[in-house]
């Protein structure tokens, strides 16, 4: 694990002050780099030590087997999993007769730093040789924001001692590199090892080309690089490549106080249709235009793009640096998983690592998108696209399932559903109501009624059917929803679960209401006035589990009357339960794997009264255990809202710090977007209240005591919203838009209206302590303290 305080506090840097071999693997997510097209995971230059090689490709995919000891009908029969592809990254250096390798001669210093504002990973190194030759590496690293194919490093040597020194670069391009087995079973295993099939390499002076093809899904990828040399000394630069490999030298004899400096320029490119020569050219053309930007270039309009991000963007916390630092990192991570997506989907791990295979889930819909709704919207269309995509694919899932419109996959990278587990799989339907949602909340936030004529509805149209068609209205007219699982995953297949109901409630009353909005296109897709009403009559229907009894809301029909998990007898190392129980015994008793009605209370908190959402909060907070990195931050806003400011901190601590930290100790896999994501969720939704239920935005803010201030701007239809929150005010301004433009807000159920003209300043009223103190299965409370405040 990352132990505490890996990475010194500050406000926009990453950095880590020496190289821990033992946390290698969590370093090379934390620092990895992306676009949301390509993404590189942060691995040394020279290639080894690794933890896990990894260069992504969004979408590039292998198909494989998903072997099941006893099949059933419509259970998926391949799935996709992420690739690693050709390696570009390498940089090896010889030091006279030695191989600069960390693990031998003497490691004088080392340094990395994420840089959230420039977009790049720089490494310094002092190293001496086994043999007692020093040399000083500097490099840095970028993935491209404005050139989608492209990353590039600066690659700097200099001789540390005071004799010259004979240096050999070996520039690389590795494709099928060895990695750590990805599966036991054998089948997978041949699939998965060595997956791409040479087809060309080509070399030329200063660089040269890799094609390759997978074998079953029949993707082709090319990378290339090319360098520029730079320094006094007389140099030789030659290519040669293989297969599998090509390789660009640069020998020179360099003297103390000179510089060797290698630009390396690296392109991808990857299809599914298009020929070899044109993926041929179309790598050559975007290494010309790298090229032609140059280093410096490249730097600038990094810099330039990642600027304009930050000021709508950025989030300012006074009182705790170490979230502040977090949420950056947090909104930086997003930013890179989403950025240059363009139509293809958001991973769970964005492209930081081969964890769930790749695949994206509601992640994306639920903890990613609402940030990028208010910060970078048009990265949250590109995934809207994406979706609507993969429509087909969710036609034929719900053909299969004889279910009527969309069944999206829980999850998948194309597509097709990749879940071969039903509980915890595709009877997860509630993923049709988060993608409805995202498409509402992207529409109010943005005005874009072009995406929602041509997208928007037929998501919100074709999700509504899947529920008319999954649920039924028993003898009394109550609409239900049973057998499916709702986001808790140790509550499995039961009817009515309440996040699935609510959520699906607001799905079906939003597809009617787009339906009388484009009535055209509505009847293109087949609508009639008797369908909406009937999505009308199911929404105004709806089942909605509660309790009388213990006046509590049920997470599922009949969750409360279930037998109690034996919390007292669990002990510590038995978590995350999973692990170490039969899912038959968490499928049968009250333990909640993450936020689930408590979830429902935050997305759809128009259908609670206070009190409710009060008791409803203490029940559940007793029996969740947080097995899941998606529970924290929803935690945290709950908490904020039913009084518990103090309590919202330290889940917001939790979801804030999960992989500077490795809380979870799987950060090796890639980092955890949606918790990435959840810091700012509970930042603005929790101790900023915010929410959007009538299509309004309302906020509520109240910091815990710790908190000083939190600032944050929000992009809504066009304007820039900047909320400022102190202890015991809050300042609203509007800025962008036209001079003109207003816009009516809610605080604390105030109504307000904001012009360009003025800020407005309100007082936060007392918060008046009500509830008892929550409590957690043993053990299970918020995994971080407050650090004691700095004298
Ligand atoms: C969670 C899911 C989540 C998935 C991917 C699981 O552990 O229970 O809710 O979608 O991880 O992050």
New binding site residues.
Partial sequence: MIRERAYPVEPWHVRETRLDMDVLAQSESVFALSNGHVGLRGNLDEGEPHGLPGTYLNSFYELRPLPYAEAGFGFPESGQTVVNVTNGKLIRLLVDDEPLDVRYGELLSHERVLDMRDGTLHRSVHWRSPAGREVRVRSTRLVSFRQRAAAAINYEVEVADDKPLRLIIQSELVANETLPPQSKDPRVAAVLESPLLAEEELTTDDGGLLIHRTKVSGLRVAAAMDHEVQTEARTTVESEGYEDWVRTTIACVLKPGETLRVVKYLVYGWSSRRSLPALRDQVGAALAAARLDGWEGLLREQREYLDDFWKSADVLVEGDPEVQQAVRFGLFHVLQAGARAERRPIA?KGLTGPG?DGHA???TEMFVLPVLTYTHPPAVRDALYWRHRTLAAAHERARTLNLKGAAFPWRTIEGPESSGYWPAGTAAFHIAADVADAVRRYVLATCDTDVEREIGLELLVETARLWRSLGHHDRHGQFHIDGVTG?D?YTAVKNDNIYTNLMAQRNLISAADAVMRYRDEAFHLGVTDEEAAAWRDAAASMHIPYDEEIDVHEQVEGFTRLQEWEFAETPAEKYPLLLHYPYFDLYRKQVV??SDLVLAMHWRGDAFTPDQKLRNFLYYERRTVRD?S?SACTQAVLAAEVGYPELAHLYLREAALMDLHDLNENTRDGVHM?SLAGAWIALIAGFGGLRDHDGMLSFAPRLSSRLSRLEFSLQWRGMRLRVDVRPHQTTYTLRDGESDDTMDLRHHGERIQLTRAEPVTVPIPQLEVSGPTPEQPPGRGPLLRLPERSP
């Fill in positions: 769970a769930y889930f509601w992640d986001p995953e794997k993450q899941s998606l949606a």
